[in-house]
Every structure is written in C-alpha cells, then in structure tokens.
C-alpha cells in the first residue's frame, strides 16, 4: 500500500504478508498443504512501513498500518506481528499505541494456534526485536 501527496508524491509505503519463513518451517516438518494454506491466511507479517521524513508525524504511517491490518482481518487473518531494530524506542512507542505487544529483544512470538492452527513460532534475526497483535 502506499500514501500519495495530491501531486501524486509517495510518502509512505506498507507491506504486510503472510509469514514466510514460518511456512518454510511447517513445510519442511511435513507439514500438510491444507495446514499450511490456512496458516498463511491466518497470519500476517508486517514486513515493511515507512514515511518520508518530510511527512512524519501526520498519522501517516497509523493510517498505513491501520488500512493493512484491516484488509488482512477482512480475509480472516487474526494474528499480526513484525519485527524492528532492537532498542528504537520511537518505534517501541509507536507499535505499542497501536495495541502490539513489543517483545523483548531477541524473544520469539508465538502465533497463537486456534481449533483450526497449531502454535508456531517466529523469532527475531539477530539485534532486532518483534512486535505482535490479535487483528
């Protein structure tokens, strides 16, 4: 998704996805395709949500992340998380206004599994830490 000026300027981007890395791990565990095609409409991963300087602090972003969380729980996912470079508070803050959990640094989210899902994990790359949310 993506944030126009009226002169037709981007100045925001967003990218959400289903979890990739876990439905490698879930298919390498043999896992079964039905279990795998619901994980990846269950979850949503934000991958990717950026303002240009010019144009922070105009809820941009909030309304960007808002918009992705909404099209996601629209198709039945009901689990959001992402991760952020470790230690930016400004970022903590952000995610936390927006009902996300921020895990500490290094410690993994568990997707939480329903009648349909099992539990599966997702962990942090080295130095980053992860934020998550029922949607």
Same mark, same amino acid.
């Given at each position: 998704?993506?944030?126009?000026?009226?002169?037709g +300027?981007?100045?925001?981007?967003?990218?959400?996805?289903?979890? %990739?890395?876990? =439905?490698g791990?879930?298919?390498?565990?043999?896992?079964?395709?039905?279990? &795998?095609?619901?994980?990846?409409?269950?979850?949503?991963?934000? +991958? @990717? %949500?950026?303002?240009?300087?010019?144009? #922070?602090?105009?809820?941009?972003?909030?309304? =960007? &992340?808002?918009?992705?969380? @909404? !099209?996601h729980?629209?198709e039945?996912?009901?689990?959001?998380?992402?991760?952020?470079?470790?230690?930016?508070?400004? %970022?903590?803050?952000?995610?936390? #206004?927006?009902?996300f959990?921020?895990? @500490?640094?290094?410690?993994? !989210?568990? %997707?939480?599994?329903?009648? #349909?899902?099992?539990?599966?994990?997702?962990?942090? &790359? &080295?130095?980053?830490?992860m934020?998550? #949310?029922?949607?």
């Amino acid at each position: 998704m993506a944030e126009y000026t009226s002169s037709g +300027r981007i100045v925001g981007v967003s990218s959400s996805i289903p979890p %990739l890395s876990v =439905l490698g791990g879930m298919e390498r565990d043999g896992a079964d395709p039905v279990v &795998l095609g619901a994980t990846a409409m269950a979850y949503v991963k934000i +991958r @990717a %949500l950026s303002v240009a300087d010019d144009y #922070r602090r105009q809820g941009i972003a909030s309304a =960007l &992340l808002a918009k992705a969380l @909404a !099209v996601h729980r629209d198709e039945r996912a009901f689990f959001a998380y992402g991760q952020f470079t470790a230690g930016d508070a400004a %970022l903590a803050r952000f995610y936390r #206004r927006h009902g996300f959990t921020v895990h @500490a640094p290094g410690e993994p !989210v568990i %997707l939480p599994g329903s009648s #349909r899902h099992r539990d599966v994990g997702a962990s942090p &790359l &080295l130095g980053e830490q992860m934020f998550s #949310r029922p949607i």
